[in-house]
């Protein structure tokens, strides 16, 4: 099947349980982006398209599991909160996340990130390494996730810069995925 159309690329990225929330529509992202670049080939800006968030507040993300991450996003504390945060949401329920803290000191080289999920009290040490960040952290929401809802899992795109995408689907979504977007993978 060909996904010559924005909406062809839409359909197709919710058939694997990405679907761009009821309030956002097609005349959204063209409005940011331009109908013509919606429709060239490849899947990358239709990604982007799902994963990004409202420009404007209230900020809302225009797909509740899929986020296109800027791996360049560590400015201080809340940082590692705010991550954490989109984890717990594009797990759905999975993940119950609690007493969130963090701190962030690039100056001082430190960082971790706090919190408690089912009951289990979770510390994260991150690398500091400039505004980076510490890809490690992804881990922790990976087995967190095999725990808690095993039919789950996080998965990941490489757009091929400083800048990712980063999902959750089930396990069957994820196989439907690998076949209209081969260079997806699981998160590790």
Not at 68 to 95: N, P, V
Request: proline share 4%; aromatic share 10%.
């Amino acid at each position: 099947m060909t996904h010559d159309t924005i909406e062809d690329k839409l359909g197709a990225l919710a058939d694997c349980g990405f679907r761009l929330k009821e309030q956002f529509n097609v005349e959204d992202l063209a409005a940011t982006w331009g109908r013509e670049a919606l429709d060239e080939p490849g899947f990358d800006l239709a990604l982007v398209c799902l994963g990004m968030s409202e420009e404007e507040p209230p900020w809302r993300p225009h797909c509740q599991n899929l986020w296109h991450f800027d791996t360049e996003c560590i400015e201080g504390d809340g940082s590692y909160i705010q991550i954490a945060e989109r984890m717990a949401e594009m797990s759905q329920g999975a993940l119950q996340l609690t007493d969130l803290e963090d701190h962030v000191d690039i100056d001082e080289g430190q960082a971790w990130l706090r919190f408690r999920c089912g009951g289990s009290s979770i510390h994260i040490d991150c690398v500091v390494q400039d505004d980076w960040v510490d890809p490690n952290v992804f881990e922790t929401f990976v087995e967190l996730l095999a725990k808690h809802d095993p039919h789950k899992l996080f998965i990941y795109y490489d757009l091929g810069g400083q800048d990712c995408i980063v999902g959750c689907t089930t396990r069957d979504g994820f196989a439907k995925l690998e076949q209209v977007i081969p260079g997806v993978q699981p998160l590790t």
